[in-house]
């Protein structure tokens, strides 16, 4: 009996390794190739797809897989390192993101086109307002005086549920991203498909590590 739950929690390690893996390449591979699709600086708008992907499918991805016990890349570093490349990551993820909307935003402009008028541009909109707000509540986790209500832990578990939040919300903005003309018309479709699948794997294996870490933890 005891070593069959041996062999089960070594396959869910190894399970949990593999899925790791997986989402740091995908996040990478989908980065590099929004990047030849949009071949960023060849039109004011190429930077938008290309940022966007760089802030919530490299940098935020990076950013909270940097805390898995199974697959971050700082494995062997302690907390207090980790905590910085989460929070340097975040940083960067919200610069970009903030870059990439600007951007789009002033392209409209200049194009005399309407304001967050599709479903992309509502919920990017949504989506990078609340990668801004969970910024400001993690800089209350690195400096714990700022705020005085509700426990260091409560408000840590409170930073994960928002952030795994916030991510999934980055996640479909990419997808209803990839559903805009532009980008359907770029690319083959079985290639649209496997692009699509990309915001899902890592979206699933965040939601694993987080829901590990604390949900589920919390209530056993
Ligand atoms: C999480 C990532 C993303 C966020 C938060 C985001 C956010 C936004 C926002 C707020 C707008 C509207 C700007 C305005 O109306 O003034 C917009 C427009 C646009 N975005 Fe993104 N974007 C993301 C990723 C992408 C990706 C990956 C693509 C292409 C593959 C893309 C393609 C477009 C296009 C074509 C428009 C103009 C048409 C429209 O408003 O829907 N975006 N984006």
Redesign the pocket.
């Known amino acids: 009996m005891a070593q069959s739950s041996d062999m089960d929690t070594r396959l869910q390690r190894t399970l949990r390794v593999i899925s790791g893996a997986a989402a740091h390449l995908t996040a990478f591979i989908f980065t590099i190739y929004?990047f030849s699709?949009?071949q960023p600086g060849a039109t004011l708008?190429s930077w938008?797809?290309f940022l966007?992907?760089l802030?919530?499918s490299f940098f935020m991805t990076e950013a909270i897989l940097v805390f898995s016990p199974d697959s971050s890349l700082l494995r062997s570093f302690s907390r207090k390192a980790r905590v910085r490349a989460h929070w340097l990551l975040q940083l960067l993820s919200v610069l970009c993101?903030l870059l990439?909307?600007g951007i789009?935003?002033y392209n409209?402009v200049l194009q005399g086109?309407?304001?967050?008028?599709?479903?992309?541009?509502?919920?990017?909109?949504l989506?990078?307002v609340w990668a801004l707000i969970q910024n400001v509540g993690g800089i209350t986790l690195l400096y714990p005086k700022l705020v005085q209500r509700w426990t260091l832990a409560t408000r840590k578990l409170y930073h994960a549920t928002s952030g795994l939040l916030g991510y999934l919300l980055?996640?479909v903005?990419?997808l209803?991203?990839?559903c805009?003309?532009?980008?359907s018309a770029s690319v083959g479709s079985i290639t649209w498909y496997l692009c699509a699948l990309c915001p899902v794997i890592t979206g699933l294996v965040v939601m694993g590590q987080v829901s590990n870490a604390y949900l589920y933890r919390k209530r056993n």
Not at 180 to 183: A, G, H, P
């Open positions: 929004i699709v949009s708008f938008h797809p966007m992907c802030a919530f993101a990439g909307v789009i935003y409209k086109k309407p304001h967050f008028s599709t479903w992309h541009g509502l919920v990017g909109l989506t990078v980055g996640c903005s990419l209803l991203g990839m805009s003309l532009w980008f």
